[in-house]
């Protein structure tokens, strides 16, 4: 076996040796508690002990496959041990040949069909935080029977509230049998500089989200609020769009309510100066090409997931805007929630970012969009006029585009105005 058995962080000895039935590995961003997870079930038990069916589960079964499901097939190539594996991509099982050992990779959206899973030997819930407490339960129920060897279930996750199920099951309650592990970024001898200084770059911004992802500390945020930074007293202007030259327009698409939120940008910040919510993309264009910006250089900074088509609109929304010779620039796609919100959070803790305080739904969506209790920004299914996501969401796709935490994969093209 290659060399990769030996680089493992010391400081998860302890976690790698654990056989509690749950095992908790909770922290920070970039501790590696993923890949120490997933090292730990690879090479100490489905390439060790024979017979397992190891589940693996996200809330969502579309979201392994990109990320641990990945992850297990990078470790194999890494141990070149690839020839003695049978990964079936499609139903994202990976079986060791020699002691027939599997892993089964499911979501936690379809449980009805993980009630039918038998003779699960161990199981891991990557990103608990996601899950429901009912879930995790029911997981619990069905590792059942007889096995050879000792029977785990490991949970890995951020703590981003102090308010979730997960503090009060494990952390606040006595009675637990829990073995638990707190690991951050510093405790990661494998991590990169850059990387390192992103974790770091946090505070700078965000001093809720470093406590969570630099400090692996509980969250505990500011009256739930997800852009608690903005300050009706400091962060508003007078400014309109007659103040521009250019404008720089975010869009959010909704059936029903299409959300436009319009900037200008001085001395590196930004002024929202107008902004407003239609019934299409159609609308949109229409909009943008009146009278009222007849003068102006429009750049366009829409939802990413507006190049995609369906059977109701074979026409794609960002496909309308540049027939209607407006310019676009996107990221391939989305990027991730959390590097918008603190794309967002950043400028307003700057103080460069300001919105003009006639936009009435702009400053209220700023004040008033809340997280849940799993750690996720609100999100609204009535579109009409623009819900207070879709208005955040709209500015958030120019200011992390323009302003980026990290930096994405783009794509542009329209004629240009």
Not at 44 to 58: A, C, K, S, T
Not at 372 to 389: C, Q, V, Y
Request: net charge negative.
């Amino acid at each position: 076996m290659s060399e990769i058995v030996q680089l493992r962080n010391k400081s998860h000895q302890d976690f790698f040796e654990d056989k509690a039935r749950w095992l908790v590995s909770y922290g920070g961003a970039g501790s590696s508690k993923s890949y120490s997870t997933a090292q730990k079930i690879l090479l100490d038990r489905i390439m060790q002990e024979e017979g397992h069916r190891y589940l693996v589960v996200r809330k969502v079964a579309k979201t392994l496959r990109v990320s641990v499901f990945q992850l297990f097939k990078d470790i194999i190539v890494q141990l070149d041990e690839y020839d003695n594996f049978k990964i079936n991509k499609t139903d994202m099982t990976i079986e060791y040949i020699p002691n027939g050992s599997q892993l089964l990779f499911f979501g936690l959206d379809d449980i009805e069909k993980l009630k039918s899973i038998q003779g699960i030997t161990s199981i891991w819930i990557e990103e608990a935080s996601e899950c429901e407490q009912g879930d995790i339960l029911e997981l619990n129920r069905r590792l059942r029977g007889y096995t050879p060897y000792y029977k785990q279930i490991i949970l890995t996750f951020n703590p981003i509230s102090h308010l979730h199920w997960l503090k009060a099951h494990f952390f606040d309650n006595e009675a637990t049998k829990a073995s638990i592990y707190k690991t951050t970024y510093l405790d990661n001898k494998f991590i990169d500089e850059e990387y390192k200084e992103q974790i770091e770059d946090i505070k700078n911004y965000d001093l809720q989200q470093y406590n969570i992802y630099a400090l692996g500390e509980w969250g505990v945020l500011n009256t739930n609020i997800v852009y608690h930074n903005f300050s009706f007293t400091k962060h508003t202007t007078q400014l309109t769009i007659n103040d521009f030259e250019v404008l720089h327009c975010g869009v959010d698409f909704n059936v029903g309510g299409c959300v436009c939120v319009i900037c200008g940008i001085l001395d590196n910040k930004v002024y929202v100066v107008d902004g407003w919510a239609v019934y299409d993309t159609q609308q949109i264009a229409d909009k943008l090409n009146g009278a009222v910006y007849a003068n102006k250089k429009i750049l366009i900074y829409p939802d990413a997931s507006g190049g995609n088509e369906s059977a109701n609109a074979p026409t794609s929304s960002l496909e309308i805007l540049r027939s209607n010779g407006l310019s676009i620039n996107a990221n391939k796609a989305n990027p991730a929630v959390r590097d918008r919100i603190n794309a967002m959070n950043r400028k307003l803790a700057r103080d460069e970012l300001f919105i003009n305080d006639r936009i009435e739904k702009m400053m209220h969506s700023l004040q008033t969009q809340g997280y849940l209790d799993n750690g996720k920004p609100e999100k609204f299914t009535e579109h009409k006029g623009g819900a207070i996501d879709d208005w955040n969401d709209a500015l958030g796709y120019f200011i992390a585009y323009k302003f980026p935490i990290q930096t994405y994969a783009k794509i542009s093209g329209g004629f240009g105005r």
